[in-house]
């Protein structure tokens, strides 16, 4: 396993900012879904939080690429159950809701240095009313064009740029708060993948790794992967 793929992937995860989020709000058409996790990948994002009915589309394995294998994605039937799971969460996160009403403000305005979740609607509909309700503050992107909203997956762009540029500037990305557990998780996985999948399949954890990402094991965790129970 060459050295280059761990520092990446370790790098990657040093820099995740579990405390910004998004929650999708029954967006389902493929190639929005999959902009906007590469989008929140790209930032630093951990989890997203997507609605979806009874029998609705899901984010699949195919949705996003590979992107989707960096970060978490959470299922929920109602878009008060997102939230919720949200902010049990994430302690004085603040909810915003990209929708154009009299309380909307320029989304640059927004401190996205504090705990942020970000509602993005429905392609057709935009955001829900339960949603907007659920909301402490409705952001816009201004705009001076013939056109009055922006593709959802440009949209999610754009703010989440703001809010990395933001997080940079005050060294957050220096601060990465991925819980250990996940980190060494996602470092197994990702630099030992065929080990990992016969871990599983015994319900065997995880051994550590040292610090060029190579297996530290005794006999013992060998011979388990060996031999059928």
């Known amino acids: 396993m060459p050295n280059s793929r761990y520092q990446k992937i370790k790098a990657v995860l040093d820099k995740r900012q579990i405390d910004l ?24 994002i951990h989890h997203i939080h997507s609605v979806w009915p009874e029998g609705g589309k899901r984010l699949t394995s195919s949705t996003s690429g590979g992107s989707k294998n960096w970060t978490e994605n959470h299922i929920h039937h109602t878009v008060e159950d997102a939230i919720a799971t949200i ?50 503050q409705h952001i816009i992107i201004p705009m001076v064009g013939m056109v009055q ?11 989440l740029y703001e809010a990395q540029k933001q997080r940079q ?20 996985e990702g630099c030992h993948d065929k080990i990992a999948k016969q871990c599983q399949a015994k319900g065997i954890d995880y051994p550590p790794l040292d610090e060029q990402g190579e ?4 006999d013992a965790f060998w011979d388990s992967l060996r031999y059928s129970n």
């Open 169 to 188: 500037d005050a060294g957050l990305y220096q601060q990465g708060n991925l819980p250990d557990s996940i980190k060494h998780r996602l470092l197994f």
């Open 215 to 218: 297996i530290i094991a005794d």
């Open 87 to 136: 902010r049990s969460r994430t302690p004085n996160v603040q909810i915003l809701a990209t929708h154009f009403s009299e309380q909307a403000v320029d989304f640059r305005a927004i401190d996205y240095t504090r705990p942020t979740a970000i509602i993005l609607g429905q392609e057709k509909f935009g955001i829900s009313d339960q949603a907007l309700a659920l909301a402490d």
């Open 21 to 44: 989020t998004l929650c999708l709000d029954e967006v389902h058409k493929h190639h929005n879904l999959s902009a906007i996790v590469r989008s929140a990948d790209a930032v630093g």
């Open 149 to 159: 909203s922006l593709n959802v997956s440009v949209a999610a762009a754009i703010i």
